[in-house]
């Protein structure tokens, strides 16, 4: 492991609102679940959780949009998380906050309608058929969001992957949701939105590479 990683590794743990549990599979429930307003952020606010956040852009802009909510940004890779972790830290930014996780053990650490919102950002897309399983947005993900989500709460998707996407919709299709805004190229049809507006790295990449970027919102019914 390269000496930069060590490094942005043992500052994780030094951070403050960062959580890590050690090992990627917990026996039992976390600690916080149920109890991340009052005890993380110490107060009431609405929980918004991203999931693969990476460097966590979209985690610290909204943040700054939204000072009337609390932001967790998830993912499993450390050295990733790192920045935006590091950033809510110089910052004093007191409504954000990273957990590095596995997504599929979200239950364990949130209790049912503890999120008001969830943001997938870029997720794989897991092309092949026998890892459909894996897609943030299968049938099994859906079922999880719904359960932790409050009544109403929406599910934001933002991808460069028109497959992932269309795959997405039909899913959607199949299940009793309310889409709110839907979008195949959100640069060119919302230019003047500030929330399609943050770009991640992934994003920045793709739109280097020529794709268009999609955008789904909806609400289970
Ligand atoms: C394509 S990257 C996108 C990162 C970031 N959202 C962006 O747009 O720049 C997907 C991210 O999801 C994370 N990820 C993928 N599967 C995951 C899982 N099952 N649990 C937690 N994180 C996961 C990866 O570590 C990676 O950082």
């Not at 935006?84 to 599929?104: C, D, M, P, S, Y």
């Not at 199949?174 to 929330?195: C, G, K, M, W, Y």
């Amino acid at each position: 492991m390269g000496k930069d990683k060590l490094r942005r590794f043992a500052e994780l743990e030094t951070l403050d609102r960062v959580f890590q549990p050690k090992g990627l599979f917990l026996d039992k429930d976390f600690e916080l679940k149920g109890k991340w307003g009052n005890e993380v952020f110490g107060n009431s606010k609405p929980i918004v959780v991203e999931l693969g956040c990476g460097r966590g852009e979209y985690t610290v802009a909204l943040t700054g949009f939204y000072p009337d909510k609390n932001f967790i940004g998830i993912d499993i890779k450390g050295a990733r998380l790192w920045r935006g972790a590091k950033t809510v830290n110089e910052e004093q930014i007191l409504n954000g906050a990273f957990l590095r996780t596995q997504i599929e053990q979200l239950a364990a650490f949130f209790a049912p309608g503890e999120l008001s919102e969830i943001w997938i950002t870029f997720p794989d897309p897991q092309p092949k058929k026998t890892r459909e399983n894996r897609r943030l947005t299968s049938p099994r993900f859906l079922a999880m969001y719904r359960s932790l989500l409050v009544p109403g709460g929406i599910v934001h998707l933002k991808t460069d992957n028109r497959t992932f996407y269309d795959y997405t919709l039909l899913k959607l299709a199949a299940d009793n949701v309310t889409i709110h805004r839907q979008s195949t190229d959100v640069h060119t049809e919302f230019p003047d939105d500030p929330l399609m507006a943050v770009q991640t790295t992934y994003e920045k990449k793709f739109r280097d590479q020529g794709f268009s970027i999609c955008y789904v919102s909806f609400s289970f019914q």
